[in-house]
Protein backbone atom coordinates (compact mmCIF):
# COMPACT_ATOMS: atom_id res chain seq x y z
CA UNK A 1 0.00 0.00 0.00
CA UNK A 2 1.41 3.38 -0.96
CA UNK A 3 2.57 6.28 1.50
CA UNK A 4 -0.48 8.15 -0.04
CA UNK A 5 -3.13 5.41 0.44
CA UNK A 6 -2.26 4.73 4.02
CA UNK A 7 -2.84 8.22 4.88
CA UNK A 8 -5.97 8.39 3.05
CA UNK A 9 -7.34 5.60 4.86
CA UNK A 10 -5.97 6.87 8.43
CA UNK A 11 -7.90 10.37 7.52
CA UNK A 12 -11.25 7.99 6.88
CA UNK A 13 -10.62 6.03 10.25
CA UNK A 14 -10.37 9.10 12.37
CA UNK A 15 -13.85 10.89 10.89
CA UNK A 16 -15.54 7.05 11.94
CA UNK A 17 -14.40 7.02 15.32
CA UNK A 18 -15.00 10.86 15.88
CA UNK A 19 -18.54 10.51 14.48
CA UNK A 20 -19.11 7.42 16.27
CA UNK A 21 -18.26 9.26 19.82
CA UNK A 22 -19.78 12.67 18.58
CA UNK A 23 -22.94 9.99 18.51
CA UNK A 24 -22.22 7.87 21.76
CA UNK A 25 -22.28 11.41 23.38
CA UNK A 26 -25.40 12.36 21.77
CA UNK A 27 -27.84 8.90 22.19
CA UNK A 28 -25.65 8.24 25.76
CA UNK A 29 -28.07 8.84 28.64
CA UNK A 30 -28.85 12.93 29.53
CA UNK A 31 -29.52 14.66 32.39
CA UNK A 32 -32.88 15.63 31.90
CA UNK A 33 -34.53 17.80 34.36
CA UNK A 34 -38.29 16.84 34.33
CA UNK A 35 -41.02 19.60 34.79
CA UNK A 36 -43.99 18.08 35.33
CA UNK A 37 -47.20 18.85 32.65
CA UNK A 38 -50.56 20.81 33.67
CA UNK A 39 -53.50 18.37 31.74
CA UNK A 40 -55.62 20.72 28.96
CA UNK A 41 -58.39 19.82 31.33
CA UNK A 42 -57.06 21.59 33.95
CA UNK A 43 -55.39 24.71 31.57
CA UNK A 44 -59.42 24.76 30.23
CA UNK A 45 -60.74 24.98 33.29
CA UNK A 46 -58.20 28.05 34.48
CA UNK A 47 -59.98 29.65 32.02
CA UNK A 48 -63.70 28.97 32.88
CA UNK A 49 -62.41 29.91 36.22
CA UNK A 50 -60.78 33.61 35.10
CA UNK A 51 -57.64 32.54 36.50
CA UNK A 52 -54.73 33.23 34.84
CA UNK A 53 -52.41 30.99 33.93
CA UNK A 54 -49.16 32.50 35.50
CA UNK A 55 -51.06 33.40 38.70
CA UNK A 56 -50.08 31.97 42.42
CA UNK A 57 -51.31 28.94 43.81
CA UNK A 58 -52.08 27.76 47.49
CA UNK A 59 -52.30 23.87 48.35
CA UNK A 60 -54.01 22.08 51.73
CA UNK A 61 -53.65 18.82 52.28
CA UNK A 62 -56.13 17.02 54.88
CA UNK A 63 -55.04 13.75 55.89
CA UNK A 64 -57.97 12.37 57.31
CA UNK A 65 -59.89 12.53 53.65
CA UNK A 66 -56.47 11.74 52.17
CA UNK A 67 -56.99 14.78 50.06
CA UNK A 68 -54.63 17.25 48.68
CA UNK A 69 -56.24 20.74 47.15
CA UNK A 70 -54.53 22.95 44.94
CA UNK A 71 -56.01 26.85 44.80
CA UNK A 72 -55.35 29.31 42.46
CA UNK A 73 -55.51 33.04 42.69
CA UNK A 74 -58.62 34.59 40.30
CA UNK A 75 -58.28 37.72 38.49
CA UNK A 76 -60.14 39.82 41.49
CA UNK A 77 -57.20 38.52 43.92
CA UNK A 78 -59.26 35.53 45.94
CA UNK A 79 -58.10 32.28 45.33
CA UNK A 80 -60.97 29.50 44.06
CA UNK A 81 -60.93 25.49 43.84
CA UNK A 82 -58.58 24.46 41.12
CA UNK A 83 -58.51 20.35 41.59
CA UNK A 84 -58.47 18.20 44.23
CA UNK A 85 -56.14 15.30 44.31
CA UNK A 86 -56.13 12.01 46.35
CA UNK A 87 -53.41 11.14 48.74
CA UNK A 88 -51.57 7.82 47.49
CA UNK A 89 -50.37 7.25 50.85
CA UNK A 90 -49.28 9.48 54.25
CA UNK A 91 -47.39 7.40 56.71
CA UNK A 92 -48.35 7.28 60.59
CA UNK A 93 -51.65 8.39 62.55
CA UNK A 94 -53.27 11.83 62.89
CA UNK A 95 -50.91 14.33 65.14
CA UNK A 96 -47.99 16.56 63.97
CA UNK A 97 -44.51 15.17 63.73
CA UNK A 98 -42.48 15.53 66.22
CA UNK A 99 -38.54 13.88 65.52
CA UNK A 100 -36.97 12.79 63.17
CA UNK A 101 -37.76 8.74 62.56
CA UNK A 102 -41.30 8.88 64.01
CA UNK A 103 -42.83 8.21 60.90
CA UNK A 104 -45.69 11.02 61.06
CA UNK A 105 -46.44 13.73 57.94
CA UNK A 106 -46.56 16.76 59.34
CA UNK A 107 -49.17 18.99 60.03
CA UNK A 108 -49.18 22.94 60.24
CA UNK A 109 -48.12 25.98 58.01
CA UNK A 110 -45.24 25.49 55.04
CA UNK A 111 -43.68 27.24 52.35
CA UNK A 112 -42.71 25.65 48.81
CA UNK A 113 -39.35 27.93 47.38
CA UNK A 114 -37.71 26.86 44.12
CA UNK A 115 -35.20 25.52 45.85
CA UNK A 116 -37.42 23.08 47.27
CA UNK A 117 -38.50 21.57 43.91
CA UNK A 118 -36.84 17.98 43.10
CA UNK A 119 -37.01 17.21 39.64
CA UNK A 120 -34.13 14.06 39.70
CA UNK A 121 -36.34 12.80 42.86
CA UNK A 122 -36.52 8.66 42.73
CA UNK A 123 -40.23 8.83 43.69
CA UNK A 124 -40.99 10.15 40.01
CA UNK A 125 -41.00 14.14 40.95
CA UNK A 126 -41.19 15.78 44.27
CA UNK A 127 -40.68 18.93 46.36
CA UNK A 128 -39.81 19.85 49.71
CA UNK A 129 -42.57 21.14 51.88
CA UNK A 130 -40.04 22.98 54.44
CA UNK A 131 -40.54 20.97 57.48
CA UNK A 132 -39.01 21.92 59.86
CA UNK A 133 -40.84 25.95 59.95
CA UNK A 134 -39.71 28.39 62.81
CA UNK A 135 -42.77 27.57 65.00
CA UNK A 136 -41.49 23.33 64.80
CA UNK A 137 -37.83 24.62 65.94
CA UNK A 138 -38.89 26.66 68.25
CA UNK A 139 -40.68 23.17 69.82
CA UNK A 140 -37.57 21.21 69.06
CA UNK A 141 -39.28 19.45 65.98
CA UNK A 142 -36.48 17.29 63.87
CA UNK A 143 -36.75 15.86 60.71
CA UNK A 144 -35.97 16.21 57.04
CA UNK A 145 -36.94 16.18 53.56
CA UNK A 146 -40.91 15.53 53.54
CA UNK A 147 -42.10 15.93 50.32
CA UNK A 148 -44.84 15.82 48.47
CA UNK A 149 -43.59 13.42 46.17
CA UNK A 150 -44.53 10.44 43.24
CA UNK A 151 -45.24 6.71 44.24
CA UNK A 152 -47.50 5.30 47.23
CA UNK A 153 -44.90 4.69 49.47
CA UNK A 154 -44.30 6.81 52.78
CA UNK A 155 -41.89 7.36 55.55
CA UNK A 156 -43.32 11.05 56.50
CA UNK A 157 -44.18 12.09 53.41
CA UNK A 158 -47.24 12.86 51.39
CA UNK A 159 -47.41 10.38 48.61
CA UNK A 160 -49.39 10.73 45.16
CA UNK A 161 -49.49 8.57 42.26
CA UNK A 162 -47.05 9.55 39.50
CA UNK A 163 -50.01 11.40 37.68
CA UNK A 164 -51.15 13.31 40.50
CA UNK A 165 -47.82 14.86 41.08
CA UNK A 166 -46.98 15.17 37.48
CA UNK A 167 -50.06 17.75 37.12
CA UNK A 168 -49.01 19.05 41.14
CA UNK A 169 -45.54 19.65 40.92
CA UNK A 170 -45.72 21.61 37.26
CA UNK A 171 -48.36 23.80 39.08
CA UNK A 172 -46.09 24.63 41.73
CA UNK A 173 -43.24 24.85 39.03
CA UNK A 174 -45.32 27.27 36.98
CA UNK A 175 -46.62 29.28 39.75
CA UNK A 176 -42.60 29.95 41.37
CA UNK A 177 -41.34 30.53 37.67
CA UNK A 178 -44.21 32.98 37.45
CA UNK A 179 -43.28 35.11 39.81
CA UNK A 180 -44.81 33.50 43.25
CA UNK A 181 -42.02 33.61 46.08
CA UNK A 182 -43.23 30.53 47.72
CA UNK A 183 -46.44 28.46 47.68
CA UNK A 184 -47.90 27.90 51.00
CA UNK A 185 -48.43 24.50 52.04
CA UNK A 186 -51.49 23.93 54.96
CA UNK A 187 -51.37 20.20 56.13
CA UNK A 188 -54.39 19.48 58.17
CA UNK A 189 -55.63 16.53 60.47
CA UNK A 190 -59.38 16.55 59.02
CA UNK A 191 -61.03 18.85 57.90
CA UNK A 192 -61.72 21.44 60.00
CA UNK A 193 -65.12 21.63 61.01
CA UNK A 194 -66.96 21.68 64.55
CA UNK A 195 -67.90 18.10 63.72
CA UNK A 196 -64.89 16.80 62.99
CA UNK A 197 -63.43 19.19 66.35
CA UNK A 198 -65.98 17.18 68.57
CA UNK A 199 -65.55 13.85 67.20
CA UNK A 200 -61.56 13.99 68.21
CA UNK A 201 -62.29 16.71 71.52
CA UNK A 202 -60.38 13.66 73.52
CA UNK A 203 -57.50 13.57 71.64
CA UNK A 204 -54.60 14.85 73.29
CA UNK A 205 -53.53 16.58 70.05
CA UNK A 206 -56.32 19.19 70.17
CA UNK A 207 -54.93 21.65 71.82
CA UNK A 208 -52.50 22.12 69.04
CA UNK A 209 -55.46 21.16 66.46
CA UNK A 210 -57.70 24.64 68.20
CA UNK A 211 -54.26 26.64 66.57
CA UNK A 212 -54.44 25.23 63.05
CA UNK A 213 -58.23 26.08 62.97
CA UNK A 214 -57.60 29.22 63.50
CA UNK A 215 -55.33 29.39 60.55
CA UNK A 216 -57.81 27.30 58.75
CA UNK A 217 -60.73 29.63 59.44
CA UNK A 218 -58.83 32.65 58.68
CA UNK A 219 -58.73 31.41 54.44
CA UNK A 220 -62.02 30.28 54.63
CA UNK A 221 -63.47 33.41 55.51
CA UNK A 222 -61.35 35.65 53.36
CA UNK A 223 -60.79 33.23 50.48
CA UNK A 224 -57.27 34.77 50.92
CA UNK A 225 -54.04 32.38 52.68
CA UNK A 226 -53.44 34.27 55.53
CA UNK A 227 -50.22 35.48 56.79
CA UNK A 228 -48.62 32.94 59.10
CA UNK A 229 -45.96 33.76 61.68
CA UNK A 230 -44.04 31.59 64.76
CA UNK A 231 -44.24 33.87 67.58
CA UNK A 232 -43.03 31.98 70.84
CA UNK A 233 -43.92 28.74 70.20
CA UNK A 234 -47.27 29.52 68.71
CA UNK A 235 -48.78 30.14 65.19
CA UNK A 236 -50.05 33.81 64.29
CA UNK A 237 -52.26 34.99 61.59
CA UNK A 238 -53.14 38.27 59.55
CA UNK A 239 -55.63 38.68 57.04
CA UNK A 240 -54.99 41.91 55.75
CA UNK A 241 -52.38 41.06 52.58
CA UNK A 242 -51.03 44.30 53.54
CA UNK A 243 -49.22 42.48 56.61
CA UNK A 244 -47.75 39.67 53.18
CA UNK A 245 -44.33 41.44 53.41
CA UNK A 246 -44.10 42.84 57.06
CA UNK A 247 -41.16 40.31 59.39
CA UNK A 248 -42.24 37.59 61.63
CA UNK A 249 -40.82 40.28 64.36
CA UNK A 250 -43.20 42.50 62.85
CA UNK A 251 -46.19 40.20 62.83
CA UNK A 252 -45.44 39.06 66.26
CA UNK A 253 -45.35 42.59 67.71
CA UNK A 254 -48.54 43.57 66.58
CA UNK A 255 -51.41 43.95 68.83
CA UNK A 256 -53.34 41.01 68.71
CA UNK A 257 -57.60 41.21 68.28
CA UNK A 258 -59.42 39.81 71.60
CA UNK A 259 -61.13 37.27 69.57
CA UNK A 260 -57.43 35.61 69.72
CA UNK A 261 -56.70 36.05 73.42
CA UNK A 262 -57.37 32.33 74.02
CA UNK A 263 -55.46 31.27 71.65
CA UNK A 264 -52.76 33.07 72.56
CA UNK A 265 -52.96 31.26 76.30
CA UNK A 266 -54.13 28.33 74.58
CA UNK A 267 -50.44 28.19 72.11
CA UNK A 268 -48.56 28.93 75.14
CA UNK A 269 -50.02 25.88 76.93
CA UNK A 270 -49.09 23.61 74.50
Known sequence: MSTSSLATLVRVAFVIVAALGLAACSSGRQAKVKTGSVSIATVSLMKRLDM???????????????????????RNGQYALLR?????????RLGPKIRQ?????PEGFYEIERKNLNPW??????FNIGFPNAFDRSLGRTG?????????????????THKNV?????????????????????????????ANMARHADDPNMPFWE???????AFDRTARPPR?????GRYRFKLDPSWNAASDAEVCGSPEPAMAQAQVQLGQAY
Open 144 to 160: DHIMVHGGCKSVGCYAM
Open 166 to 194: EEIYALVREALLSGQESVPFHAFPFRMTE
Open 52 to 74: PRTAPIFIRVFKEEAQLEVWKQE
Open 228 to 232: VAACD
Open 121 to 126: SRNHLA
Open 101 to 105: GDKQA
Open 84 to 92: SYEICRFSG
Open 211 to 217: MLKVGHD
